[in-house]
């Protein structure tokens, strides 16, 4: 009876994924999440050693380098392995938002694990910026033999308002553009 129980539980609550677009060497599919914004997973191959790769993005001081809306960055705190940073998110048309996500790293067996989980208490809210307070996900790395696979999944809201007609690709189209902006930084 228990795994009967147990087993309902888990396929209730099992994410289902929908491949939404496939173009140099990125795949980005969504997920109904029940908020403003669907759940967004994205992977590509990036061709570089997984050092780089991790330390880009452990690094939220290069992400303006690489993230196409990431503007003004600050740094919280660090220490073993973790960053908690503040970020400025530039958006057309509507007004900006922040952020304020910890990132950490764990060793896998064949790479790492970059938990992202948002602390939106972290930093007083700014007039005229609209606070992300759901921003959590992880990226994984792992190591393959032309470079490192690397997926992002991760779970948001934009907050504030935002048309319909703009957050309708929005899951596809930011995660792609992000890692379009990686692979182009690291190889």
């Not at 061709?47 to 780089?52: L, N, P, T």
């Not at 400025?88 to 790479?111: C, F, L, W, Y």
């Not at 490192?148 to 907050?159: A, I, K, N, Q, R």
């Amino acid at each position: 009876m228990l795994s009967i129980v147990c087993g309902f539980y888990i396929t209730s609550y099992a994410q289902t994924w929908e491949l939404q677009k496939e173009e140099n060497g990125i795949k980005v599919w969504t997920s109904p999440s029940g908020r403003a914004m669907d759940d967004s997973k994205v992977t590509a191959l990036i061709k570089a050693d997984m050092d780089d790769v991790l330390e880009t993005l452990m690094n939220p001081m290069t992400y303006p380098d690489w993230q196409p809306k990431a503007g003004k960055v600050t740094i919280l705190s660090e220490s073993n392995g973790t960053t908690r940073y503040h970020m400025i998110v530039k958006t057309p048309i509507v007004a900006d938002r922040d952020v304020v996500v910890e990132i950490s790293q764990e060793k896998t067996s064949n790479g790492y694990t970059l938990p992202m989980t948002s602390h939106p208490e972290a930093v007083d809210e700014t007039k005229d910026i609209v606070r992300i307070s759901i921003y959590d996900g992880e990226y994984r790395l792992v190591q393959k033999g032309n470079g490192v696979e690397v997926t992002l999944e991760y779970s948001t809201d934009p907050g504030g308002n935002i048309p319909g007609w703009m957050l309708g690709n929005a899951a596809t189209k930011e995660p792609f553009e992000i890692f379009q902006g990686l692979k182009l930084y690291l190889e």
